[in-house]
């Protein structure tokens, strides 16, 4: 191998390198927003915040969360319901 030929992998190998890198800090950038999106509607649904952590367990952790979410009991008081809205009438034609 000549070493213009290794100089060429090795610029290659730290290529894929970096950008490795930049993909696993967008992936647990991705996860810690999924944890912290999960915390708030666990929270909101009067469970504790930290089954948002079971979501570190990968794919069978997100099927975990949504079986607790979607089978669990919501604590949750409901909020004053907001009064109907009719809109107006529509305009009618006069002759």
Request: proline content about 9%; glycine content about 10%.
């Amino acid at each position: 191998m000549d070493p213009n030929q290794a100089q060429q992998m090795h610029a290659a190998g730290a290529l894929v390198a970096g950008m490795m890198g930049t993909f696993v800090l967008i992936a647990l950038a991705m996860i810690a927003f999924m944890i912290f999106l999960f915390w708030r509607i666990f929270t909101k649904a009067g469970m504790p915040g930290a089954l948002a952590l079971i979501l570190l367990l990968g794919p069978v952790g997100m099927l975990i969360n949504a079986c607790i979410l979607a089978f669990g009991q919501w604590k949750v008081v409901p909020g004053a319901a907001a009064p109907a809205y009719y809109p107006p009438p529509a305009p009618s034609a006069q002759s």
